[in-house]
């Protein structure tokens, strides 16, 4: 399955989940004794819900709470369950002057999610410049995690060549 931004999957029924990162930001997880695994990719770090609204995975904290909600369903505990941490690249490096920070504060509410729900951050790739592919397979609970080049060095290379 191939996760866009506001995308989310817990499960088994699939071999592998895949998303495509730049300043969002993606949890896995996998928990081996049930060889259950899912992944997240969000936004935006959090929104002002009104009372009743939806869950909205494209935001952070909701995106972790409906993945929580579907491990409990599981009967699974959320506490110690180990997590991965990916993205929040900043893959407009190449303009220069001021940036929103998106990506860093996307990484920054992913820690303090992890740290509210007892999640254990075990890998963590994120910053930097560029985008990232991470792909989780559910079959082993790998996690492969692939940078691009930032558009910054795809420019100085073509300028060099």
Known sequence: IELLSGQWYVGTNVRSLRTLLGSCV???FWIASE???GMCHFMLPERKRAAGAVLDAKYGDEA????AAALR???LSLRGVEVGVYGGGDTQAWLGGAKMGIGDRNV???WELAQRWGFVIKEMD???EGARTVELDLETGRVS???AASKKARIAQAEEG
């Open 26 to 28: 993606s949890l896995t």
């Open 35 to 37: 060889r259950v695994g």
């Open 64 to 67: 972790v709470d409906l993945m």
């Open 73 to 75: 369903y599981w009967g």
């Open 108 to 110: 920054e509410r992913a």
């Open 126 to 128: 994120v910053g930097g």
């Open 145 to 147: 995690c692939r940078r």
